[in-house]
């Protein structure tokens, strides 16, 4: 969805460009019999000739005749413009024609008075006892069994040495010592660690897998393998009894009951967080369901680039650069980013439905709550607010928690329309794929 453009800037704008431009230049340059910065512009311009100063100018007044004549028709650009110089001749309006893809046009669907289900799962005493469990895991200790006749069981924890063989011979990457395993924890080739259930102190013992097929060392993938293995130690996870001095070791509370009442209390303000994301996904998704518009390929683009570096952010995070990730999941950058396509389509089109609500409704974001953003984000980081919103301003972040801040007030706007129905469901029926247990209008 391109548009051309015919701009044109006034003799007298051109002018002042020229002179700004002439101002420029002859502090940069020496000609004979004069001192630098003196050369007269009619002197400049016989010696350098005008296209000098054209050349100088051109790069301030195309662009900012360009975002002026953008601002005046109203219109969205998506990608940069390609500008061809039509006139530039002393005395007369400087022409240049202007083509840029700008965001398509189509007909928004209904967006208010959206019926939807808000779907809350109720917290009971089993959620609150599964995740008290899992507390009391977090703070095991692991015990060594000194008894050699003790068998490691699931759960335990195999300190071993091993050594891997195919046809015979010893592979490379196939052995260790010392290695710490966790029994059940699949961390190993399929098979290994079964086999190591029931093994003593001490004991050696012989281990036969299959490599699979889809195996990250391909040289490997599909082969039989022989591991000699031998358990040094077997250590057991002890777990601490729940009571009221547990309570009180690792919580504010005097109680057990307390402690669980804590749980419960923020497992259901977690659940609300989820419902309320679940719905405000559903209730856009809803909506974008019912529009026509083919995604521009500019934008398509950029959102694989974007997903792409989120990735990269996220594999750093887990100590992963994306060359090691690449490896392991046996795929190029290329069919990676390919794989995003069908995710960065659904984006694009939810972003253009979203953004043309927001046009239609004038919502805008407030300097003060650009502010506000910013101030979090520089207190969080002990910074000063003023450096972190001059450094924000310099990268273009600021249109960026602009569009934060809009995007936030539109999913309200939805909201606040929308005829939801808030629907408690019980653990039996969500298994089921049943009905409701509680019903409450919230119109919001």
Do not use: C, W
Request: charged fraction near 40%; aromatic fraction near 6%; proline fraction near 3%.
């Amino acid at each position: 969805n391109k548009i051309a453009m015919e701009i044109e800037v006034n003799p007298a704008v051109v002018e002042a460009a020229l002179n700004k431009a002439y101002r420029k230049i002859v502090k940069q340059v020496n000609v004979p019999g004069f001192r630098k910065g003196k050369v007269p512009r009619s002197i400049l311009e016989a010696r350098f000739g005008p296209e000098v100063l054209y050349e100088e100018a051109l790069e301030t007044l195309i662009p900012e005749a360009y975002e002026q004549a953008v601002g005046e028709a109203d219109i969205e650009p998506i990608d940069t413009p390609e500008f061809d110089l039509v006139q530039m001749e002393k005395g007369k309006p400087l022409l240049f024609k202007a083509v840029v893809e700008v965001k398509p046009d189509f007909e928004l669907p209904e967006y208010k008075g959206i019926k939807i289900e808000k779907k809350l799962r109720e917290i009971t005493d089993v959620d609150v006892e599964e995740y008290l469990k899992m507390v009391q895991k977090q703070h095991a200790r692991l015990v060594s069994l000194e008894d050699t006749a003790a068998e490691a069981k699931e759960g335990d924890l195999v300190v071993i040495d091993f050594k891997g063989f195919i046809d015979g011979e010893a592979f490379s990457g196939g052995e260790a010592e010392g290695y710490s395993l966790e029994l059940g924890s699949n961390s190993f080739i399929p098979g290994f660690e079964t086999q190591l259930i029931g093994i003593k102190k001490g004991e050696e013992r012989e281990v036969k897998v299959v490599f699979p097929e889809d195996y990250r060392e391909k040289t490997l993938a599909g082969k039989e393998a022989l591991f000699k293995v031998k358990a040094h130690e077997i250590k057991r996870k002890e777990y601490p009894l729940l009571n009221d001095d547990f309570a009180k070791e690792i919580s504010e509370f005097a109680t057990l009951e307390e402690f669980k009442q804590d749980i419960k209390n923020k497992l259901k303000k977690n659940e609300e967080v989820r419902a309320e994301k679940d719905l405000e996904e559903r209730l856009v998704q809803q909506i974008v369901n019912e529009v026509k518009v083919e995604a521009p390929v500019v934008l398509v683009d950029r959102e694989m680039d974007r997903m792409m570096q989120e990735m990269e952010q996220f594999m750093r995070m887990q100590g992963l650069s994306m060359e090691q990730y690449l490896k392991l999941s046996g795929k190029s950058a290329a069919e990676l980013r390919e794989n995003n396509r069908d995710e960065a389509i659904k984006r694009v089109i939810s972003n253009l439905t979203l953004s043309a609500i927001i046009k239609k409704e004038g919502i805008t974001a407030e300097e003060s709550e650009i502010d506000d953003k910013i101030k979090s984000f520089a207190e969080s980081y002990k910074q000063d607010f003023a450096k972190v919103k001059e450094v924000f301003a310099a990268q273009g972040r600021l249109g960026v928690i602009e569009d934060e801040i809009k995007y936030g007030k539109v999913i309200e706007l939805l909201k606040k329309e929308a005829d939801i129905v808030v629907t408690v469901i019980s653990e039996k029926q969500e298994e089921a794929g049943e009905g409701k247990e509680e019903t409450l209008d919230d119109k919001k």
